[in-house]
């Protein structure tokens, strides 16, 4: 779900390939070189080099933004976008920025996660959100979305367990500034939390918390809290529930469920409420998925690490899941890594993109 790191992660320039169920890849039929792309629960949306999207899988809920209920194998254009420099897919929704700084979303829609003023059950082709200044960002969860703005972040949709940053638990149809919060400079949307980092490297996470993933010590939900214990970081990628940052010399730390050892702490697969370590990892980028988390090393590798049961873990393999992050087997000079519910992707040297896992079509 996030814009700069997270489960539908920015990508950049390639043309895609993936496949069902398994860590080969196999090219999305009827897609060409593409500048970016983003994985939901259910569907997939790229920006074509001319900046038009292309979206496919599930549109049960208008997720590919062609104005159709129908459930294509072959990518299809998302309706009257031009423009666009930023897109992010989290559950069945998706948003994108154009280079004006106008937020478009649609798909699932029942709690106003469209940002629109309405809270039909499902929009079916891009519609701007409303009230919103020029955003730099956009990043999708899986009930609401957010947008950067000036170092600013406002979100829309549901409340109910403060993903929108307040404690009145009503939903918001519109867009709301989420108070406490600024000079920011990314933000990243996993299930039902978000997390922003600050121009001084400080995270700040808010939302849904019962699994430790907001960093602060505990187990609860929150309004915007800091994260516990780490230093300065570069970035940061929410998962469904559970979040990863890396520091500019690379050092990577997650914390939040861990059942399926998604925070690579090795057989120690607790839930945290504060950072850990991920041993052995020099991370330029992270991708956290459902239940597992990928990472771009800074030697241009791709590992991952927690559960495979859709084969998300490329050469990484292990039914069972592993909590060591260990060698997709994409190749070298990787530029870049998306990771959704039970699938991957990776954009290799020459732009290439390469996807694996279940349903990664």
């Known amino acids: 779900m996030l814009l700069a790191a997270a489960v539908g992660a920015l ?60 459930d294509p194998r072959r990518p299809v254009a998302a309706t009257g ?44 082709q891009p519609t701007l959100v409303r009230g ?34 307040r404690s009145d638990p009503a939903r918001s149809l519109v867009p709301v500034r989420v108070p406490g919060l600024s000079d920011v400079r990314s933000i990243s949307a996993g299930g039902w939390h978000t997390c922003a980092v600050r121009t001084d490297g400080s995270v700040s996470c808010w939302g849904l918390g019962g699994s430790g993933q907001l960093g602060a010590g505990t187990f609860s939900d929150s309004a915007p809290v800091e994260v516990e214990g780490l230093p300065a970081v570069t970035t940061v990628s929410a998962g469904s529930a559970h979040t990863c940052a890396a520091a500019d010399d690379g050092r990577a730390w997650c914390w939040g469920a861990g059942a399926q050892g998604q925070l690579g702490a ?9 950072p850990v370590s991920v041993p052995g990892l020099r991370a330029r980028q992270l991708a956290s998925g459902a239940g597992h988390t990928c990472a771009v090393t800074t030697a241009g590798r791709v590992r991952c690490w927690g559960d495979d049961r ?14 060591i992050a260990a060698d997709a087997g994409v190749g ?19 732009g290439e993109l390469r996807c694996w896992g279940a349903q990664a079509r």
């Open 11 to 70: 990508l950049v320039l390639g043309s895609v390939a993936c496949s069902r169920t398994t860590g080969a890849a196999t090219e999305v039929a009827g897609l060409g070189p593409v500048r970016a792309v983003t994985l939901g629960t259910h569907h997939g949306c790229a920006i074509a080099t001319d900046r038009t999207v292309r979206c496919w899988g599930s549109d049960y809920f208008g997720q590919l933004g062609d104005g159709h209920h129908v």
């Open 81 to 124: 976008l031009a423009d666009i420099v930023g897109i992010d897919a989290g559950g069945d929704l998706t948003c994108a920025v154009d280079g004006q700084g106008r937020v478009a979303c649609w798909g699932y829609n029942f709690d106003g996660q469209v940002g629109s003023g309405t809270s039909e059950d499902a929009v079916f």
């Open 132 to 165: 919103l200044g020029a955003a730099q960002a956009v990043t999708a969860g899986e009930e609401h979305a957010c947008a950067l703005t000036s170092g600013e972040v406002w979100c829309w949709g549901s409340n109910d367990v403060g993903q929108l940053g």
């Open 266 to 274: 090795g057989a120690d697969r607790r839930d945290q409420d504060r």
């Open 310 to 323: 859709g084969g998300q873990l490329g050469a990484a393999t292990d039914v069972g899941g592993s909590g």
């Open 332 to 350: 070298a000079d990787v530029q870049a890594v998306a990771a959704a519910e039970d699938r991957s992707c990776a954009v290799g040297p020459g």
